[in-house]
């Protein structure tokens, strides 16, 4: 019997069923999981290797588990006749090589744990998103994470250097390499960015590190709507690109949700406008005047009309405090009740064009909805996510028209409504609905090339097997 060859193999702490598996078996949001098989833990690449033979031999799917913290369900399984894979045993991280520009960790590192370990070596990995303290890398390449830097320093396929990948039929492609340039084929390590546990299991990354910033300087800047937050926000961009390693955005609606469920954090400025933006420069140089880049750009905002208010972090604690209030949007929206979700992204230029035309198509739908829309300023991906109108416990039925009506106008602005969670389950009909013919069946030849037997997370990215 598959359960208990497995359970010699991986051993108690590695074969986990019943109510010690629970936790793994329901994603982030509550709305997938079936009961598998069990959840394998193994310790190493061979486990890996070995846990997903046998499974492919007796039949069984395999689902691919990080720190399952996915809003698309692709890490917990859609059938009973699954074993989901979690690599939370496998968290080792190595020494930064020679010179520091790279590191080897296994899949289950923890990357709130990448960043502090680099930190003690006056080093970055610069992606930083609001589950770090429990999204692992394994997780993160899989879905190509994106996170508030990365029109700086790239998704996570541009901060991956190599990988090891155990395939579906439980054969080990080690790709650890640590160069950048490596041209000898198709790049099979971004082929795997991305796939979300349908093409193979990551088990082990060579990730880009970069030079710790010797100084920083944040402001948090009120502005008097969204087209006057795009517009500085692109001055910024032109007068300090090269420092230039955060530009956030959010606006008073979800501001107004985070200071009713999370009082603590407070408002540090004195006055309240329709839209927020959040600028951090960083240098590796301790001569680089930022303040003054900062302050300068502070000043051009206001005498051109379109910063209200602002103030320059004094402290790191002061700093930390404007962080918070654009990393709680999802939590205070999620402490007001229900909500619905959309990773949305459209050309940066058009961001308050999308917002303006969504929130109006979204009102129309359900008159009195609340559209909390922040995210990243410079690479345009907006987390639109929707609040009942004040007083009502639902939307009205009206859940999967108010989706593809977002979807709708960020495809005709020639955006994506998958900017940077992925697929997984949810979206599977959408991109069905809204990519071309040509595109979709290009994935699901690559996935019948690398896993015939559809054994590696069936149904996620590229739906049902043809």
């Not at 709130?112 to 770090?132: K, N, Q, S, W, Y």
Request: proline share 5%.
């Amino acid at each position: 019997m598959i359960a208990s060859a497995l359970s010699t193999l991986l051993g108690p702490s590695g074969w986990l069923t019943g109510p010690d598996a629970a936790a793994h078996t329901r994603d982030w949001l509550d709305r997938f999981g079936v009961q598998p098989v069990g959840v394998a833990r193994p310790k190493n690449t061979d486990e890996v290797a070995a846990t997903v033979r046998m499974c492919n031999d007796a039949g069984l799917a395999v689902v691919p588990q990080g720190g399952n913290t996915g809003l698309c369900g692709a890490s917990v399984a859609d059938r009973e006749e699954a074993v989901i894979l979690s690599l939370s045993r496998m968290s080792a991280i190595g020494e930064p090589h020679g010179g520091g520009g790279s590191v080897t960790v296994e899949a289950g590192a923890i990357l709130a744990t990448v960043h502090e370990e680099m930190a003690r070596r006056d080093l970055i990995f610069p992606m930083h998103l609001g589950a770090e303290g429990s999204a692992r890398i394994g997780g993160l390449i899989g879905t190509n994470a994106g996170g508030s830097h990365a029109f700086r320093y790239g998704m996570m396929s541009d901060l991956v250097l190599g990988l090891e990948v155990v395939l579906a039929d439980g054969t080990v492609w080690n790709g650890l390499r640590e160069v950048q340039k490596d041209n000898a084929g198709y790049q099979l390590r971004k082929l795997f960015c991305g796939s979300e546990g349908t093409l193979g299991v990551v088990t082990r990354a060579v990730l880009r590190l970069h030079p710790a910033p010797k100084q920083r300087s944040t402001a948090l800047v009120a502005l008097a709507d969204l087209s006057a937050a795009v517009a500085f926000g692109n001055h910024v961009r032109s007068e300090a690109s090269e420092f230039l390693s955060g530009l956030e955005f959010f606006t008073d609606i979800g501001l107004d949700l985070v200071l009713r469920h999370l009082p603590d954090i407070g408002f540090p400025l004195e006055t309240r406008a329709p839209a927020y933006v959040l600028v951090e420069l960083t240098s590796s140089s301790r001569r680089v005047p930022l303040d003054a880049i900062l302050e300068d750009e502070l000043t051009w905002g206001m005498e051109a009309g379109f910063v209200v208010d602002g103030a320059v972090a004094m402290s790191q604690a002061h700093r930390d405090r404007f962080w918070k209030l654009r990393e709680e949007q999802p939590e205070g929206q999620r402490l007001e009740g229900a909500q619905l979700k959309h990773d949305i992204s459209v050309p940066p230029g058009r961001i308050a064009e999308f917002v303006d035309a969504g929130s109006s198509l979204c009102e129309d739908l359900v008159p009195g909805v609340r559209v909390n829309a922040f995210g990243h300023l410079a690479d345009g991906n907006i987390h639109c996510n929707l609040s009942p109108p004040p007083g009502a416990t639902d939307f009205s039925g009206m859940n999967s028209e108010l989706g593809r009506a977002l979807v709708g106008l960020a495809t005709e602005m020639g955006g994506s409504f998958a900017a940077e969670h992925g697929l997984g389950r949810a979206k599977v009909a959408l991109a069905t609905a809204f990519r071309g013919v040509v595109e979709r069946s290009l994935m699901s030849s690559v996935k019948d090339a690398l896993d015939p037997g559809h054994v590696l997370n069936p149904g996620v990215l590229v739906g049902p097997r043809r």
